[in-house]
């Protein structure tokens, strides 16, 4: 998500080990803009994506249980 932004000339992650819960990003931004902000436009992005996938899957289930229950009857 973060790559998707037009500033964003680089961005790369690396996990320190396996066994820590750290994770150490690079983020090289065109011009002066500060790499916090494609950062958090990013996460938020990705949020949005997250919970569309999650509220398509929800209505896909409710519709296929009513279709069973329909059927059953």
Known sequence: MVMKNPDVQFCGYCITHPSESKINFRIQTRGSLPAVEPFRK????????????????????????????????
Not at 46 to 70: I, P, W
């Open 42 to 73: 990013g996460l938020t992005d990705l949020m949005g994506v997250c919970q569309h996938v999650l509220n398509t899957f929800e209505k896909s289930m409710k519709e296929y249980r009513a279709q069973r229950e329909e059927e059953m009857q």
